[in-house]
Every structure is written in C-alpha cells, then in structure tokens.
C-alpha cells in the first residue's frame, strides 16, 4: 500500500508542475516584448496613434492616452483631461502652454506649490509640477488675475496655464505621485 500512495504522490506532483509549466508558457507568450525591461523615466508609455481629437471631437479622451488615474495633456490639442478609474473623464478644458513643451511621455507629479510667482514673472496658484525641460520647469498653474496670455516666444517658460476654477480642480486631482501622461 505504502508503494502504490507514493507512486499516486509523484503523478500528481509531475501533473501540478506540468500544469504550471504549462500556465507559465502561456502567460510569457502573451506579455508584451519589453515586459520587465527598465524604462528611462519620462519614456513614453502612451501610443501615438491617431487621437480622438483628430477624429474631429476635440474633448474625447484620446485613444492611447494611458490608463488608470491620470491627467492627460495633449500639447497639440493644448487640452487637458483629469481622468478617474476606469478611463472616467472628471473634467477637461483648454490651456495656454508656455513656450517649452515637455515631450511625449509619462511623468508623475514631483512637487506642488499653492502660490508663487510664475517663469513669466506673473503671480500664479496651485502650481502642479511634473517635468524640467532644459532646465526649464513644466508645470500647471493659474495666473491669480485669471489671465491666460500668449507666452513671450523669445522668454522661456514652463508654465501651462489654465484658468483659476480648472486650477483648483488640477490642484484637487493632481497629487504628488500623480501621472501625467502627454501625448503629442
């Protein structure tokens, strides 16, 4: 008796690993190539596919824009979308960039400020930061007299600005550690 329960023991201990084998090879057939690969921060993580934007809706989360709880800045678009679970835009509006554009990638938000004074020399609130382009800071933030101008091409600045009631919802969902997924 005691040969043929060790014998019943060793079956299905080569059917559990053949199983598992068998999961393991499937699961590795399915993962993307550069699964486990490390990535530069700041690489891009979001596609470049066509945008809904270029489908002609300019306020549709764009398609390949990431996933989980981000903000999504389209450079192009000069949009902005607070995005919640499961791909649930919160809110999103229009923003005047400043003349340094971060590039296509995802970021996570790296410090926040409630009030200073902007690269233009404006006074600005809730300032969110994400990136440093050429040693240029890149951030969102509200001009405190609700403007929203045309940055001086020749003066370099990092600020994206939106308007005060958007600021205040960008400060509210744009924590440290939040990503910022920017698409082109």
Do not use: C
Not at 8 to 14: D, I, K, M, R
């Amino acid at each position: 008796m005691a040969g043929s329960s060790s014998g019943f023991v060793a079956l299905l201990t080569a059917t559990a690993l053949a199983t598992v084998g068998f999961l393991g090879y499937q699961a590795s057939a399915s993962a993307p190539a550069d699964l486990g690969k490390p990535r530069a921060k700041g690489s891009p993580e979001v596609s470049t596919a066509k945008t809904a934007r270029d489908r002609n809706d300019p306020v549709a989360l764009p398609v390949g824009s990431g996933t989980g709880v981000r903000v999504v800045y389209a450079v192009r678009g000069k949009r902005v979308w607070l995005v919640g679970e499961g791909d649930t835009v919160k809110r999103t509006f229009h923003v005047t960039p400043g003349s340094v554009d971060p590039a296509p990638g995802v970021y996570t938000v790296t410090s926040r400020s409630n009030t200073v004074t902007g690269s233009d020399g404006r006074p600005v609130e809730h300032v969110v930061r994400f990136t440093t382009v050429e040693g240029i800071t890149v951030g969102f933030s509200a001009a405190v007299d609700g403007t929203t101008p045309r940055p001086n091409p020749t003066v370099k600045t990092g600020g994206i600005r939106e308007s005060r009631a958007d600021g205040n919802a960008m400060w509210e969902f744009a924590t440290i550690g939040r990503t910022v997924a920017v698409i082109p």
